[in-house]
């Protein structure tokens, strides 16, 4: 069998079960989001091999906290430029790719930017960054990052054992 073709297959056959297991058992436990856990699932394997999970869960995770601060900057009425979405994605923005430049756990940027964009998807409100709870986005990045890094790995063990 074709390395690309026991990819495929064992995508297919995770991809399948995660949906699954999403919407009828996760989702009563915790919030989850499967385009998120996708996401985090294809930055795994753009981070390298040897700390896949770590970058990815951390930088996706630091990029949905930046996005939480960019609701935040965007609610405040700063003196001359005033308040709006428009500056706090700025702000936060510029934020994210500062601080990635000076430590090394969230040094690539382009996972942390997926896990700002991954927060704006589930529809970030200065309500739901205040909950305190597993429906705050950046939780809900957290938790589906981790199941997206583990089911990368899951299909790429599969696919070895299959090929």
Request: glycine share 12%; with cysteine.
């Amino acid at each position: 069998m074709s390395k690309s073709l026991a990819v495929a297959i064992s995508v297919g056959i995770l991809a399948a079960v995660w949906n699954a297991l999403s919407g009828d058992y996760l989702g009563s436990i915790v919030a989850t989001s499967i385009p998120v856990g996708f996401i985090a699932w294809a930055c795994s394997g753009l981070a390298g091999k040897s700390d896949a999970m770590q970058k990815t869960v951390i930088g996706m995770t630091f990029g949905a906290i930046i996005a939480s601060v960019a609701v935040v900057i965007g609610g405040f009425d700063l003196p001359v430029i005033g308040a709006s979405d428009e500056v706090g994605v700025g702000l936060a923005a510029a934020i994210l790719v500062l601080v990635s430049g000076r430590a090394s756990q969230v040094s690539n940027v382009g996972i942390n930017v997926l896990g700002f964009a991954s927060a704006f998807t589930l529809s970030p409100n200065a309500a739901s960054i205040a909950a305190m709870d597993l429906s705050n986005p950046v939780a809900i990045v957290l938790v589906s990052s981790i199941l997206g890094v583990v089911a990368g790995n899951l299909a790429g063990r599969l696919a070895a054992a299959i090929k």
